[in-house]
């Protein structure tokens, strides 16, 4: 008997010892899952095999055949080496990322997923299991603390920026991508899970909402013209520093239109409109101040 | 090799079944197939598949203080701590945890600490999800201030024996009665979400959700007459605040039509309302006024309450030819009751115009979008985006009590609020062909237009056009560029407008027609200002073979502001990214990359004084100050940053030893270069560069004892040094009129060291 049958025969055996657990193991009700779907399949994708298949069972997919997903494949069921399954996620012979998608927008049509026909990463070819693991039990793209990692594999400038001293949470997990990024698509300019910038901002920053007796109009407009929101060499995310930054869009009569400069430094003249929070030294409520006397936002 | 394989795959099923047969003497000895039953699968493989969950136990030890290591992690100071984490998910189709439920899943993560969090979820597929969340946050600052007030909540008061001075230095007691204080915040989150699905279309969901927010921020607290005279302190300002949110969102989804409708609440209480403070100074602003009666005031954020609903969902017409919709209506409003003018014995006989604002911003936003696909290489979209924000709270005049230490005693001294509107709209088109050697080109246009009420300027416009180029240049090399141009003009610059905004006629008739402004003419804010725009992005990816890949992703983006003489003129930002992974199999992998990033700036000024000599537009000798081009100044910002991170995996014993390691360096660098133009009183003296350096080293062993039992060892070293001018040699009296607070710049070494067990929840 040549090696090859042997393999195959021990394969078919396996699999149906295999199967014949798995199917004992599920008595759930017959309408949700059909596992007689599994037999050609788990003929080799067994659970003996390397790539752990088969945990998919221990996932809300483990509710659909493997011919849900991937098609009926009769030409890989022939020729399991040569030919793809009919919908193929890889890593052989991928099908088309808009092909493997369509399997998953079947079901996942709703909700967040509504607006990814034309969203920013369909348009780049990234399918969903560019970002998702369907068959592990715990899907990195889920994961609030994994997931970063995956966005970062695209997004590199993030990963670097996330780690300066003002940042938010990010590796933590505590602030995750998903919080204010819609990665499915949204009609916002950088995919915000809010219809606008500042709405996405308050969300965990709801004290800057107001409205405020005296706005300061920048911060009611957009957050990000003085922050950036992923991490920032300055203190508290800001795009550069004070005074500095105050001075890029003020400069009334006396010390705002002041040069801050080394005169000002302890070994000098120690001045308060550059030394530790600066213009926030006096003026602190930039977001806008609702004290009745707050017009120049210092109260 | 391959025959001895076939025969023990074979087998398997035949030894799992096998009944030995007893030897004469009735023992039935050592099994000879019994290797035959040991499970041959990666360790790996049999946690996906075999297991349930885990729980985690830690045991760590942290050599010294670091509010930059302990940021976000409680882990902020030295010494022994412990913690648990758990993570336990059931699949249950066979129903023994009821009929109700096919799965739940319990997770738990730092339970022992200050940033606990977890969830318990379970639901049926397809059916319905319920959870029920914690989650515990904290932000640990700059813990090395120190302040002599004392309290907390809304007042903060000076020790007894107070020694007040009209200068930090003359404050005899400053540093000895000054305390210690942590800088903060505190969120404790609770979670509570149900969702359910109705048949395949329709589902619903209800997320509630109420936040706790306390702990200790600061805040620069100020006593003047006027800026010249400005006297400040720092302070510790308490927090105590709750948001509370309600989402509520129904959808349905069917092959043509997807419509999802959501109403969100959420209400921001803030339980202060103003932080009051005694007046450290004396000699200053005079009795009343000075220490020990005089107080200052400010107001917190004040509470508010927003409510939105909004709307999304698509329509195919066909498979070529797809729209979407997302609008929303907002409505946030906020009648927190105004605090007094002043809380000082001051002149003050006007009341407060009204008794809270009642302060109302409607915010509408539409997009529009359709997207057709006339050629299978073809896509073209069309996108409309709407967005208002219409502020109408009431205008009024409030008398102008400056720093709680002068009251105007006439009414040209009111001032007005003002309320800001604004609404964009915004086009775009694009398109995009595909065309051999995986390569797609895309186009498009945005047109942008924002209308501004109560803005300097009333309207911008903007063109942006962008073309994208994706292709494979050569087998395994694969790159996309994208170039934008962008071009914003903008309406006639009111240099005038928030002048005449926010003072009373009065008082505006009384000022010469050339000094009516407050911020200097010839500035034009950015935001609001004329802006030539180019930004490119490169990323290549080549794929050397199966073991190594190669990545370098560059931005470049450069706003020039050419119309405007001060203020910011021109922003650059650069990025790159050179990357690089090796994986020569399962058991090895590294991947390591550099990252420049680069800001620069540059932005002038023009030094003048206010009265008489406040006039922008003389143009004959001798000049104003604010005429006289030789008191400008030019200031370039620029920050950079270098980063480089190498993370490694190594398997050591198979199924029993891996090893990892991670490490991460950032250095960055802040620096401002001055020019002047000739007044001799402005100097331009270099201010020293901001440096910042972190050493990030993790390495981690990971021991497999048994299948069900893992242990960690984690060495952990951390090192944070900052040098920063700001805070350099700022002790609490160093700023003659700013009580400080003395925080220094971290300069922390810390080793972490980890041992954990993991004990592992088979099915």
Redesign the interface.
């Known amino acids: 008997m040549k090696a090859t049958t042997i393999v195959a025969l021990a394969l078919i055996a396996l699999g149906t010892f295999a199967l014949g657990t798995i199917a004992n193991a599920d008595d759930g009700d017959p309408a949700d899952s059909d596992d007689s779907a599994l037999v050609p399949c788990a003929t080799c994708h067994a659970p003996s095999s390397d790539v752990p298949v088969l945990s998919i069972l221990h996932t809300p997919h483990g509710r659909i055949d493997c011919a849900g997903c991937h098609g009926t494949s009769a030409a890989h069921g022939n020729a399991p080496i040569d030919e793809s399954p009919s919908i193929s996620f890889g890593p052989r012979k991928p099908s088309t990322p808009t092909n493997q998608d369509a399997t998953c927008l079947d079901c996942h049509t709703g909700g967040t997923h509504t607006l990814w026909v034309g969203s920013v990463h369909q348009d780049e070819d990234i399918s969903c299991t560019g970002c998702h693991a369907i068959h592990t039990r715990q899907d990195q793209a889920l994961d609030r603390v994994a997931q970063s990692q995956i966005c970062f594999e695209c997004h590199t400038d993030i990963r670097a920026t996330v780690r300066l001293s003002s940042r938010h949470p990010i590796l933590e997990g505590r602030t995750a991508c998903v919080d204010c990024h819609n990665p499915h698509g949204s009609t916002t300019e950088a995919a915000l899970v809010e219809p606008t910038l500042n709405d996405t901002c308050y969300t965990c920053h709801a004290e800057k909402r107001g409205p405020f007796l005296f706005e300061h109009p920048p911060a009611a407009e957009d957050c990000s013209l003085c922050h950036r929101p992923h991490g920032s060499v300055n203190d508290r995310l800001l795009t550069t520093r004070g005074p500095f930054l105050c001075q890029q869009c003020h400069s009334a009569a006396f010390h705002p239109s002041q040069l801050q400069d080394g005169d000002g430094l302890p070994a000098a003249n120690a001045s308060p409109f550059l030394l530790g929070r600066n213009c926030l030294n006096c003026h602190a409520q930039v977001h806008g101040s609702n004290h009745p006397s707050g017009a120049r936002l210092t109260r | 090799m391959?025959?001895a394989?076939?025969?023990?795959?074979?087998t398997?099923?035949l030894a799992?079944r096998a009944q030995p047969e007893p030897n004469p003497s009735g023992d039935p000895g050592p099994d000879p197939f019994a290797f035959l039953a040991e499970d041959?699968?990666?360790l790996?493989?049999r946690h996906?598949?075999d297991y349930?969950g885990e729980v985690t136990l830690d045991g760590y030890y942290i050599s010294d203080d670091s509010f930059?290591f302990g940021?976000?992690?409680d882990d902020h100071e030295e010494g022994f701590d412990v913690d648990l984490s758990l993570d336990i998910?059931t699949?249950d189709?066979?129903?023994r945890l009821g009929n109700f439920t096919?799965?739940w899943r319990v997770w738990a993560d730092s339970l022992a600490s200050d940033?606990r969090?977890g969830y318990v979820e379970f639901g049926r597929?397809?059916d319905y999800t319920a959870r029920l969340g914690y989650?515990q946050?904290l932000?640990v600052r700059n813990d090395s201030g120190r302040t002599p007030f004392i309290g907390g909540g809304e007042s903060l008061v000076l020790p007894s024996d107070w020694v007040a001075s009209n200068i930090t230095s003359g404050m005899d007691l400053l540093t000895s009665s000054s305390r210690e204080f942590d800088q903060e915040v505190e969120r404790k989150r609770f979670d509570l979400g149900f969702a359910k699905q109705f048949g395949p279309a329709w589902?619903v969901a209800l997320d509630f959700s109420t936040e706790e927010k306390t702990g200790t921020q600061?805040?620069?607290?100020?006593l003047?007459v006027d800026?010249?005279n400005?006297h400040?302190a720092?302070l510790p300002k308490d927090l105590d605040?709750t948001?509370n949110t309600l989402e509520l969102?129904g959808?349905?989804?069917a092959d043509r039509i997807?419509?999802?409708l959501e109403y969100l609440y959420?209400d921001?209480d803030?339980d202060n309302s103003a932080l009051t403070w005694d007046n450290p100074y004396n000699g200053v602003f005079g009795p009343g006024i000075d220490y020990p009666d005089g107080r200052g005031?400010?107001?917190y954020?004040?509470d508010?309450e927003?409510q939105r609903l909004?709307g999304?969902?698509?329509y195919v017409f066909s498979p070529k030819l797809?729209f979407?919709v997302?609008g929303?209506f907002?409505k946030?409003?906020?009648d927190?009751s105004?605090?007094?003018?002043?809380v000082n014995a001051l002149n003050v006989t006007e009341p407060?115009?009204r008794a809270n604002?009642d302060?109302?911003?409607e915010?509408r936003?539409f997009?529009g979008?359709a997207?057709y696909r006339p050629l299978p290489k073809l896509s073209l979209?069309a996108?409309y985006?709407f967005?208002e924000?219409n502020?109408d709270?009431p205008r009024d005049g409030?008398?102008?009590?400056?720093?709680?230490a002068w009251a105007p005693d006439d009414a040209k001294f009111t001032?007005y609020?003002?309320?800001?509107d604004?609404t964009v709209n915004r086009l775009k088109l694009k398109g995009?062909y595909r065309l051999p050697r995986a390569t797609?080109l895309?186009l498009e246009y945005v047109y942008d237009e924002v209308e501004?009420s109560n803005?300097a300027v009333e309207k911008t416009e903007e063109d942006r056009y962008i073309v994208t180029l994706?292709t494979r240049i050569i087998q395994n090399l694969t790159g996309r560029l994208e170039v934008e141009y962008a071009d914003r003009a903008a309406d006639t610059y009111q240099w005038g407008q928030s002048f005449f905004a926010?003072l009373d006629t009065r008082l505006i008739n009384e000022i010469p027609d050339n000094q009516r402004y407050?911020?200097?003419p010839e500035?034009s804010?950015?935001?609001l200002a004329n802006r030539e725009q180019w930004q490119a992005r490169l990323n290549l990816n080549y794929a050397l073979n199966s073991f190594w890949n190669l990545?370098l992703?560059a931005?470049y983006q450069d706003a020039d502001f050419d119309k405007s003489e001060?203020?910011?003129t021109e922003q650059k930002l650069t990025?790159v990214?050179l990357?690089g992974q090796w994986t020569p199999n399962a058991d090895y992998s590294v991947s390591v990359?550099y990252?420049y990033?680069r800001?620069e700036?540059e932005?002038g000024?023009?030094?003048?004084?206010?009265?008489a000599?406040?006039n922008a537009f003389e143009i004959f000798p001798p000049l104003p100050q604010?005429s006289d081009p030789s008191r400008n100044?030019k200031?370039e910002?620029e920050?950079t940053?270098h980063?480089i991170?190498i993370d490694a995996q190594w398997t050591a014993i198979p199924d029993r030893l891996d090893l990892n390691l991670s490490y991460?360096y950032?250095d960055?660098e802040?620096s401002?270069d001055?020019t002047?133009f000739g007044a001799p009183d402005?100097?331009?003296?270099?201010?020293?560069d901001?440096e910042?350096t972190?050493h990030?080293l993790s390495l981690r062993a990971t021991y497999h004892y048994t299948e069900q039992m893992s242990f960690d060892a984690e060495y952990r070293y951390y090192s944070?040094e900052?040098d920063d001018?700001?805070?350099?040699?700022?002790g609490l009296d160093?700023?003659?009129?700013?009580v400080?607070?003395g925080e220094v710049n971290p300069d922390d070494d810390v080793s972490f060291f980890l041992l954990s067990v993991k004990y592992r929840l088979r099915?």
Not at chain 2, 682 to 688: S, V
């Open positions: 391959l025959r394989f076939g025969l023990l795959l074979l398997v099923p799992l041959t699968r990666p790996a493989t996906a598949v349930r930059m940021q976000y992690t998910t699949w189709p066979e129903g096919d799965y940033v969090q597929v397809g989650d946050q932000q589902d600061t805040l620069g607290g100020a003047y800026g010249s400005g400040a720092i605040a948001t969102t959808g349905y989804a997807t419509l999802n959420s921001y803030n005031s400010a107001a954020e004040p508010n927003m909004r999304f969902g698509s797809r979407t997302d929303s907002a946030t409003e906020q927190t105004f605090l007094p003018f002043t407060v115009p604002l302060g109302e911003i915010t936003t997009d979008r997207y979209e996108n985006h967005e924000r502020n709270g409030y008398l102008y009590v400056r720093g709680d001032v609020n003002t309320t800001h604004r995009s797609k895309g501004r803005a994706r926010l407050i911020t200097h500035l804010q950015y935001y990545s992703d931005n001060l203020g910011l990025h990214t990357g990359f990252s990033d800001y700036a932005q000024g023009r030094s003048f004084r206010g009265g000599e406040k604010a100044w200031v910002p920050d940053t980063s991170g991460h950032t960055s802040g401002e001055f002047t402005i100097l331009g003296t270099p201010l020293p901001m910042a972190q990030d944070y900052r001018w700001a805070l350099d040699g700022v160093t700023i003659d009129k700013v400080s607070l099915e």
